[in-house]
Nanobody, 121 residues
Framework: VQLVESGGGLVQPGGSLRLSCAASGFPFSRSAMSWFRQAPGKARELVAR????????KYGDSVKGRFTISRDNAKNTLSLQMNSLKSEDTAVYYCYGDHAFRDWVAPDAYWGQGTQVIVSS
């Protein structure tokens, strides 16, 4: 199983970034996918989650209206469009794959290595 994130980097406040996650080795098209993030000294938090048909989506309260999660099952790719970025969005962002759309982290789920996003002027 591989989840490889890309697209992180340094961006100014108010700017945009698009993260991607390339998945392989598991049934991506039948898996719920999520983005989590973890800032230094803070707990990991859910950013966004999408079910395998893209009909059910959930966002963390802090990113609602600014971030958009999407997926392309034909390309086994998960994306996160991040707009109006704030300094508090600075974190390592992780791609996460699960067998179900659920509100807890499953022990048998899949994680990427993470990509760093820094929002700073």
């Amino acid at each position: 199983v591989q989840l490889v994130e890309s697209g992180g980097g340094l961006v100014q406040p108010g700017g945009s970034l698009r993260l991607s996650c390339a998945a392989s080795g598991f049934p991506f098209s039948r898996s719920a996918m999520s983005w989590f993030r973890q800032a230094p000294g803070k707990a990991r938090e859910l950013v966004a989650r999408i079910d395998y048909t893209s009909t059910k989506v959930k966002y963390g309260d802090s990113v609602k209206g600014r971030f958009t999660i999407s997926r392309d099952n034909a390309k086994n790719t998960l994306s996160l469009q991040m707009n109006s970025l704030k300094s508090e969005d600075t974190a390592v962002y992780y791609c996460y794959g699960d067998h179900a759309f659920r509100d807890w982290v499953a022990p048998d789920a899949y994680w990427g290595q993470g990509t760093q996003v820094i929002v700073s002027s």
